[in-house]
């Protein structure tokens, strides 16, 4: 069975880089790995996918190695507003090759002054 | 275009009362699923639609009920609440329901059962 597992919590200041971990074992090899991001209040919204090396986009970058065993969400220079709760979706194939979404269970992020 | 849509914002029930939460989406998505979210255990999957006409169980789907009505709209229902459903429930669409394809996720229903 896959399992995804993430830091619960993260501390960090603005400016800093923020690098967020999530190890998953057992997962579909031929999907994507997905990040989201989660404000208070509201429901999760996308932020990065990719399925292996480096992926980079206008506010992340993500990580995946060669064994895809974790993928490392990197946040750039972060600031007040990237105090979020950070989720890692990934694929599971099951029983007749039905494909079963793992979520982590976030990272929540503290970006201090 | 106003995305993901659900009602109610918050609701109040009594232990054993019934209620459905609407769901609407207006991008045009096959699949549409119900999370839950409780402090510290994540989002779970109830219930999710891969496409009209099909529904199927996610990983905590004991006293819950879906139907994908058209296209556009998925609702749960609770036939008998119980404390333990109180929590925040969010409606998400997307494309196709694999995890490349991207969920887009309504306001949420807060939900407290007594």
């Known amino acids: 069975l896959a399992k995804t597992t993430q830091p619960i919590s993260m501390d960090s200041y603005e400016g800093q880089e923020v690098n967020i971990t999530c190890s998953h074992n057992?997962?579909?090899?031929?999907?994507?790995i997905t990040w989201y991001q989660q404000f208070p209040s509201q429901g999760p919204r996308f932020i990065i996918q990719?399925?292996?090396?480096?992926v980079t986009n206008e506010v992340a970058s993500l990580f995946i190695p060669a064994d895809r065993k974790s993928s490392t969400l990197s946040l750039p220079r972060v600031s007040l507003s990237d105090t979020a709760v950070y989720y890692c979706l990934v694929g599971e194939t099951g029983a007749g090759n039905n494909r079963k979404l793992i979520w982590g269970l976030g990272t929540s992020l503290a970006v201090n002054p | 275009n106003a995305g993901v849509t659900q009602t109610p914002k918050f609701q109040v029930l009594k232990t054993g009362q019934s209620m459905t939460l609407q769901c609407a989406q207006d991008?045009?998505?096959?699949?549409m699923y119900w999370y839950r979210q409780d402090p510290g255990m994540g989002l779970r999957l109830i219930y999710y639609s891969a496409s009209e006409g099909t529904t199927d169980k996610g990983e905590v789907p004991n006293g819950y009920n879906v139907s994908r009505l058209n296209k556009r709209e998925f609702s749960l229902r609770l036939e008998s609440a119980a404390p333990s459903q109180t929590s925040v429930y969010f409606c998400?669409?997307?494309?196709?329901?694999?995890?490349?394809?991207?969920?887009?996720f309504g306001p949420g229903t807060r939900l407290t059962v007594l």
């Open positions: 990719g399925y292996k090396t480096k």
């Open positions: 057992n997962i579909a090899t031929n999907d994507y």
């Open positions: 998400a669409s997307s494309t196709l329901a694999g995890v490349s394809d991207t969920q887009y």
């Open positions: 991008m045009n998505h096959n699949s």
